[in-house]
């Protein structure tokens, strides 16, 4: 299901930019649920994504407003906020506020 949800958040993107975070934070919730005696997938599906993001993506996923900032939209209070998906999506945002990280030239 986590797979699916990634897909579809993924496919909404030409709708609203934010549902990026959304399909991020899917796809390393199903790493994690394919892995579940492997505690460590979900952080190195999180780590794999930054390490191969484009500066385009970088730049574009910086303009967001962080999680749980806006009341409206996918990064409003909600779902995506919540449990494993909004820790995922909250270490993401952090590591693309740092200046020093640059981007992949993948």
């Known amino acids: ?28 919730k199903a790493a994690g649920l394919a892995a579940p005696d492997q505690p460590q997938t979900v952080d190195d599906e999180i780590h794999w ?10 730049s574009a996923l910086r303009r967001l407003p962080p999680l749980g900032g806006n009341s409206a939209g996918p990064l409003g209070p909600g779902l995506l906020a919540s449990g494993i998906l909004g820790s995922i999506i909250r270490v993401i945002q952090a590591d693309l506020a740092r200046p020093d990280q640059p981007a992949s030239s993948s």
């Open 1 to 28: 299901m986590a797979a699916a949800r990634s897909a579809t958040q993924a496919a909404a993107v030409a709708h609203m930019g934010a549902h990026a975070l959304g399909a991020a934070a899917y796809a390393a």
């Open 49 to 58: 994504q930054l390490e191969h993001m484009t500066a385009e993506a970088r």
